[in-house]
């Protein structure tokens, strides 16, 4: 069995970065891809960014570009998020998705991935 474990959640004032990481452990498992998703109560689970081991493309949700950058290590099945410039709506439970297969123009919804780590909580104050 393999589970994603995520760390680097915490408490940050706004304008200020965290790092999040995820690691994949137990059976030896390959992804196509890799990602974050975030999720407040009482809403949706929102996608945040993804990695594709094979064209090593990122893609971002609008409200994170040009603040979040992901990053990975395939061989390892690592992937992390540097987020800077953090905003009070960053606020959320962050969770790591890994996916088996190509899911095209899909990556932004949960259902294209098949793994989910157990999440980590980031607050960002004003």
């Known amino acids: 069995q393999v589970q994603l474990v995520e760390s680097g959640g915490g408490l940050v004032q706004a304008g200020g970065s965290l790092r999040l990481s995820c690691a994949a452990s137990?059976?030896?498992?390959?992804?196509?891809?890799m990602g974050w998703f975030r999720q407040v109560p009482g809403k949706e689970r929102e996608f945040v960014a993804r990695i594709t081991w094979s064209a090593g493309i990122a893609n971002y949700a609008n409200s994170v570009r040009g603040r979040f950058t992901i990053s990975g290590d395939n061989a390892k099945n690592t992937v992390s998020l540097r987020m800077n410039s953090l905003k009070p709506e960053d606020t959320a439970v962050y969770y790591c998705a890994a996916s088996e297969r190509p899911s095209g123009t899909y990556y932004s919804r949960p259902g294209a991935y098949d793994l989910w780590g157990q999440g980590t909580q980031v607050t960002v104050s004003s």
């Open positions: 137990g059976r030896t498992f390959s992804s196509y891809a």
